[in-house]
C-alpha cells in the first residue's frame, strides 16, 4: 500500500504509486507546520485575553485600535512566511478589525445587537475570540491555497472576504451612531 502525505502529497513508504491502494497521512514537515500553526492560534487566545481587559479600560476609538493591532499581530507573521504576502492578510485583518469594533460600538450603544444567535449568547468576549479565531483561521486557509499554487485565489479571498468585512463594518458604524 502506497502512503502519500494529505498536505503536501509526498510519499511516505516505500511502496511504489503504480497500482497500489493509497493511504493518506501527514508527513514529519507537514506536521510540524501544523504544530507551528497551532502554537499561533493558541497565542492568538492569549492577545484575546488581554484585549477583553483593554477593552473594559479604553473609549471606542482605542478599543477599534487595540482590536486591530490584535489581529495584525496573529495575522502577519503568519502572511509575511508564505506565497499569499501580507497586503491580503492585512486588508483581511483590517476589515475584521473594522467589522467586530463597530459590531462591539453598535451592541454597546444599545442600538444595534449581534444577529447570530450564537455569537450574542457568547458576549463580548466570545464575540472577540470567535473573530480573532476565525480571522487567523481565514489566513490559515489563504496561506495554504497560496502555498499550495493557487497563490491567486488564496490572496483574491483575503482580498474579498477584507472588503466585504469593511463593508459590513461601514454598516455597523451607520447603526451605532443613529
Known amino acids: 500500500m502506497s502512503l502519500i502525505c494529505s498536505w503536501c502529497q509526498s510519499p511516505m513508504n516505500d511502496e511504489p504509486a503504480g497500482d497500489a491502494p493509497v493511504s493518506h497521512g501527514c508527513c514529519p514537515r ?7 500553526e497551532m502554537d499561533q492560534i493558541e497565542a492568538g487566545s492569549i492577545a484575546v485575553q488581554a484585549v477583553e ?11 477599534i485600535a487595540a482590536l486591530l493591532l490584535v489581529l495584525l499581530a496573529v495575522a502577519l507573521p503568519v502572511a509575511a512566511q508564505t506565497p499569499l504576502g501580507v ?8 476589515g475584521s478589525a473594522i ?14 445587537q ?8 457568547v458576549g463580548t468576549p466570545g464575540l472577540i475570540a ?9 489566513i490559515v486557509v489563504c496561506r495554504r491555497l497560496a502555498g499550495a499554487g493557487h497563490p491567486r485565489i488564496g490572496k ?3 482580498y474579498g472576504v477584507g472588503i ?12 451605532g451612531t443613529r
Open 130 to 138: 470567535w473573530k480573532v479565531g476565525a480571522t487567523a483561521g481565514l
Open 87 to 94: 497586503a491580503p492578510a492585512l486588508t483581511l485583518s483590517v
Open 53 to 63: 481587559r483593554l477593552l473594559e479600560e479604553t473609549a471606542r476609538a482605542r478599543r
Open 30 to 36: 507537514c506536521q510540524a507546520r501544523l504544530h507551528a
Open 114 to 121: 449581534e444577529g447570530n444567535p450564537f455569537l450574542a449568547s
Open 164 to 175: 466585504g468585512l469593511a463593508g459590513l463594518g461601514a454598516r455597523n458604524a451607520r447603526v
Open 156 to 158: 483574491a479571498l483575503a
Open 99 to 112: 467589522d467586530l469594533g463597530t459590531s462591539l460600538q453598535s451592541i454597546h450603544s444599545g442600538l444595534g
